[in-house]
């Protein structure tokens, strides 16, 4: 089992609608969760970070954990074409220091 | 600019050469970290370090490869003797001082691509 699991997509979304992604860690220890968006052969953008049970929004996103299901995920509302890209869910884990863990990442497509 | 620089952006070595990477913190910034994406592959951690002091190389492969954080001065992960296998994106992060138990977030640079012919 991975540590850290995303579908790899693509997730092929029409514009202005919402884009789901989900994310799901083996490691109960985990404490933080980070979404980074990658276009393609460019560097991680860190757009989300969330750390407590519940919801965080921040303008178009919002990141939504669950630790007692082990999962992670990000909405996109309003998908734009400018949103297309890998998003990747990264965890750490408190028993392995600062490092991150990142997933394989989803691919997004938003179709105009 | 503030943010996390690395440098070259590009490389390019002939097998059994010397590769290094260059890596500046952003601002404010004390600990590095680095990670590399092998082609259609994840990002995977590499090792971790603050001035003079390397905490975490567990992700680090055991022969060839090292990394430094001087007192003065960007990190460098050196890789000797180059082999295909090594062709990737190598990408810096920095995070802020690191309290025990908590985490911060790491901000990554724009990485840089090598290629090994």
């Known amino acids: 089992q991975k540590e850290v699991e995303q579908n790899s997509g693509p997730l092929s979304v029409p514009e202005g609608a919402i884009a789901s992604l989900n994310c799901t860690y083996s490691?109960?220890?985990?404490?933080?969760f980070f979404w980074y968006r990658q276009y393609s052969g460019k560097s991680p953008e860190l757009i989300m970070s969330?750390?407590?049970?519940g919801d965080k929004e921040d303008g178009r996103f919002t990141a939504q954990l669950n630790k007692a299901s082990q999962y992670v995920s990000l909405l996109i509302r309003d998908s734009q074409p400018s949103d297309s890209a890998t998003y990747l869910c990264?965890?750490?884990?408190?028993?392995?220091?600062?490092?991150?863990?990142f997933g394989g990442g989803t691919r997004v497509l938003v179709k105009p | 600019n503030a943010g996390v620089m690395q440098n070259p952006r590009h490389l390019v070595r002939r097998r059994g050469q010397e590769a290094r990477l260059r890596c500046s913190p952003m601002?404010?910034?004390?600990?590095v970290y680095w990670y590399r994406q092998l082609p259609e592959e994840g990002l995977k951690f590499m090792v971790y370090?603050?001035?003079?002091?390397?905490?975490?190389e567990s992700g680090m492969p055991k022969e060839r490869f090292s990394a430094e954080f001087p007192k003065e001065g960007p990190s460098i992960l050196r890789i000797q003797q180059v082999v295909r296998g090594d062709s990737a994106a190598y990408f810096c992060?920095?995070?802020?001082?690191?309290?025990?138990?908590?985490?911060?977030?790491?901000?990554f640079g724009p990485g840089t691509r090598l290629t090994v012919t």
């Open positions: 969330i750390y407590s049970n």
């Open positions: 370090l603050q001035k003079e002091n390397i905490i975490d």
């Open positions: 490691d109960r220890g985990s404490q933080s």
């Open positions: 992060a920095s995070s802020p001082r690191v309290l025990a138990g908590a985490s911060y977030e790491q901000y």
């Open positions: 601002k404010g910034h004390s600990h």
């Open positions: 990264a965890v750490n884990r408190k028993a392995a220091g600062n490092k991150l863990t």
